[in-house]
């Protein structure tokens, strides 16, 4: 069975921080390539960050350009999104996602206050 448990979300003041985890079991993780993306309540799930299974190559969406970072160690099937210099348009419920075959986390909530 596939599971995708992501953490690390909470409530934050407008140019703080946090880092999203989301653990893998169930899946080869280093042959997945894994995503980040949110939605935001009444919006569209946006794709927000990829890195390859091997962790050489990442991308991002332009909103989040030089304030996020993916991450991930398959040694513990784990990938991770470091959010710096949160802006209240940040909040929203953030998933994880794998891929070849597509599997989603259940999400984690980030809050950013004004």
């Known amino acids: 069975q596939v599971r995708l448990m992501e953490s690390g979300g909470g409530l934050v003041q407008t140019g703080g921080s946090l880092r999203l985890s989301c653990t893998a079991s169930?899946?080869?993780?280093?042959?997945?390539?894994m995503d980040w993306y949110r939605q935001a309540p009444g919006k569209q799930r946006e794709l927000v960050a990829t890195?390859?299974?091997?962790?050489?190559?990442?991308n991002y969406a332009d909103s989040v350009k030089g304030r996020f970072t993916i991450s991930r160690d398959n040694a513990k099937n784990t990938v991770y999104l470091q959010m710096s210099s949160l802006k209240p348009e940040d909040t929203a419920v953030y998933y994880c996602?794998?891929?070849?075959?597509?599997?989603w986390g259940q999400g984690t909530q980030v809050t950013v206050s004004a």
């Open positions: 890195i390859s299974n091997g962790g050489t190559t990442t």
């Open positions: 169930g899946v080869i993780f280093s042959l997945s390539i």
């Open positions: 996602h794998s891929r070849p075959s597509s599997y």
